[in-house]
């Protein structure tokens, strides 16, 4: 089962942060969290991934609370292309686990 | 390399048919997941390889569901005696897994091919 909870779904205005949330309160220390996005009939892409810290990256940005039980991703600036699933995943930096994907958030960025 | 090519992109068949998927993983990776999608919903995981070896399988994939990567680098996903209930979006994902070094850029990241979309009559 997945070992996180996001919203089914989210609007978001064109241009303007959206801000993606996921819950992941079972996290342990040796946990990773990653975010992907499946733009309808593509297979899912790589968005951005952490452990503790903040991350950046050309796409987004990651926001991982100090328990690090909850994160959101922050499209800063949305456009229409972004409307999608975005999935959170959580694995353990071992990674001889199989990665599971939840339902995910369906973002909608309207004109 | 050009990533994770999935073969056919769209199949049609009757039920009780056979059908099977390949998938190209990009060829440095070592690990090499299948997974199901309806519409809907998310990913479905169905098994996974480490090389040529299968270290687990969904309880989702039945009897009718055998998947294989012989070499350990294209994988095959072969479905006996086709239900209507099989079609779905079949997706292959590949990425380099490399265990207790610290994770870093790239690493430990699916890639996921196109998908190959299976229709049931």
């Known amino acids: 089962d997945a070992k996180t909870t996001q919203p089914p779904s989210m609007d978001c205005a064109e241009g303007r942060a959206a801000n993606l949330p996921c819950n992941h309160s079972t996290i342990s220390g040796n946990e990773y969290v990653y975010w992907y996005r499946q733009i309808h009939s593509q297979g899912p892409q790589y968005i951005i991934h952490g452990l503790k810290n903040n991350e950046t990256n050309e796409m987004a940005s990651l926001i991982i609370t100090e328990d690090r039980k909850s994160s959101t991703l922050i499209l800063p600036h949305a456009t229409l292309r972004d409307t999608a699933v975005y999935y959170c995943?959580?694995?353990?930096?071992?990674?001889?686990?199989?990665?599971?994907f939840g339902p995910g958030t369906s973002l909608s960025v309207i004109p | 390399d050009t990533g994770v090519s999935q073969d056919p992109r769209h199949k049609i068949t009757k039920r009780g048919q056979n059908v099977t998927f390949r998938c190209d993983p990009i060829s440095e990776h070592n690990r090499l997941y299948w997974y199901r999608q309806t519409l809907g919903q998310g990913p479905e995981f169905l098994t996974y390889f480490q090389n040529e070896a299968q270290l687990e399988k969904s309880r989702l994939l039945s009897d009718r569901f055998s998947a294989e990567r012989p070499k350990g680098s294209f994988s095959t996903l072969e479905i006996q005696r086709t239900e209507q209930g099989d079609s779905a979006m079949y997706l292959c994902?590949?990425?380099?897994?490399?265990?207790?070094?610290?994770?870093?850029?790239?690493?430990?990241?699916?890639?996921f091919g196109a998908g190959s979309r299976l229709t049931v009559l």
């Open positions: 995943i959580v694995r353990d930096k071992t990674s001889y686990d199989k990665v599971i």
């Open positions: 994902a590949s990425s380099l897994e490399r265990g207790w070094v610290q994770v870093s850029a790239g690493a430990n990241v699916l890639t």
